[in-house]
């Protein structure tokens, strides 16, 4: 879809963009854009945006949910609403950390959460995160019955693109001087170029299941102990993936380090 805005009329131009996100997003997202993002300079903006909404193929039960401390890295405690769940599930005890695998549905997606052992924290995982590894760790969970207890969670996050996407190689995008757009539209004698690169964030999960949407190391080996029975409890910052399981996608990775709601 192309609208036409006037980012002359910058606060217009941003409540136009922003309107179209909430939409897309279901609400989730209402401001992607300030005003302030746009200036004298700017003559296009591009959005994209994705929306993932899974229900629980095991919903937990919400009479069983009760607060229950969350221990947070610096030390504090935070009393938050605790779901718990006993089903057969896919889970991997690795070394450092355990996982479980929360199925949507028919099974075709699955929410990852992996949780640091005690005395070890997510930055230590997050570490192993290699892609040989995830490769390996997603492919050693069995199902097995188990007990779950983790928090409702909301998070939300925005990020700045320009360093990540200069770092893989599309410097010259954000260049005025070296910037080649001129399929998209013909300026001359100006040249478009990104003058900004911005992504939000926002993945809610609840005894129902998992809404999601985004708006645009060290090789540890992957030794896994064999288990009849698990009982899972995160109290302390976990990090997550929602993965589409025949093509391995990895639609949304986070790490909670704070549930809030």
Do not use: C
Request: no cysteine; hydrophobic share 45%; aromatic share 12%.
């Amino acid at each position: 879809r192309t609208e036409t805005v006037d980012f002359g009329n910058a606060e217009a131009a941003a409540d136009a963009i922003n309107a179209w996100v909430k939409e897309q997003t279901q609400g989730l997202i209402e401001k992607l854009f300030q005003a302030g993002d746009f200036d004298a300079q700017t003559r296009l903006a591009l959005v994209n945006t994705l929306y993932f909404e899974g229900k629980w193929q095991y919903p937990f039960p919400k009479d069983a949910t009760q607060d229950a401390p969350f221990y947070l890295e610096r030390g504090e405690t935070r009393q938050v609403p605790m779901m718990r769940l006993s089903e057969r599930l896919p889970y991997l005890k690795g070394e450092g950390f355990e996982a479980v695998a929360l199925p949507y549905g028919e099974g075709d997606y699955r929410f990852y959460l992996f949780l640091p052992d005690k005395g070890r924290t997510v930055a230590d995982l997050r570490q192993q995160l290699t892609p040989e590894n995830s490769g390996k760790w997603l492919g050693a969970f069995r199902v097995v019955q188990g007990s779950v207890q983790m928090p409702r969670f909301k998070i939300e996050a925005k990020y700045d693109l320009k360093s990540p996407l200069s770092a893989l190689g599309m410097g010259v995008a954000f260049d005025p001087d070296r910037a080649d757009f001129s399929r998209i539209a013909e300026v001359a004698p100006e040249r478009l170029f990104i003058q900004k690169a911005i992504q939000k964030a926002v993945v809610e999960v609840d005894e129902e299941g998992a809404k999601a949407v985004a708006a645009t190391g060290i090789t540890v080996g992957v030794t896994s102990v064999p288990v009849d029975q698990f009982n899972m409890v995160v109290d302390r910052p976990f990090l997550f993936a929602i993965v589409h399981q025949p093509s391995g996608a990895v639609l949304f990775l986070g790490v909670v380090r704070q549930p809030g709601a």
